[in-house]
Nanobody, 120 residues
Framework: QVQLVESGGGSVQPGGSLRLSCAASGSIFSIGAMGWYRQAPGKQRELVAIFTADGSTVYGDSVKGRFTISRDNAKTTVYLQMNSLKLEDTAAYYC??????????????WGQGTQVTVSS
């Protein structure tokens, strides 16, 4: 079992930048991939970026070239650097982690979310 806590959300003007952080606690030695998802009002939750267990990264098409995901050496914290923000980036951003249970099963763990609002 792990707990994920996001931080760094806020309001910013179009073209601005924000950096989100997600810190994991609990059974941190059993964490695999970590990533970010977002959900805007009236829209389905979508993939933003993933940092896999083997160190590769995957980005959603809508953020490719503007957002960068990174992870600390201990693999307990994941970051999302967001540049050139657009109005369409306004959403609740959720951290996600794959957790390997003691019996060997894989479970997705979610943070509480942090709001990002882009407005002029």
């Amino acid at each position: 079992q792990v707990q994920l806590v996001e931080s760094g959300g806020g309001s910013v003007q179009p073209g601005g930048s924000l950096r989100l952080s997600c810190a994991a606690s609990g059974s941190i030695f059993s964490i695999g991939a970590m990533g970010w998802y977002r959900q805007a009002p009236g829209k389905q939750r979508e993939l933003v970026a993933i940092f896999t267990a083997d160190g590769s990264t995957v980005y959603g098409d809508s953020v490719k070239g503007r957002f960068t995901i990174s992870r600390d050496n201990a693999k307990t914290t994941v970051y999302l650097q967001m540049n050139s923000l657009k109005l369409e980036d306004t959403a609740a951003y959720y951290c996600n982690a794959d957790w390997i249970a003691p019996a060997g099963g894989l479970t997705s763990i979610w943070g509480q979310g942090t709001q990002v609002t882009v407005s002029s």
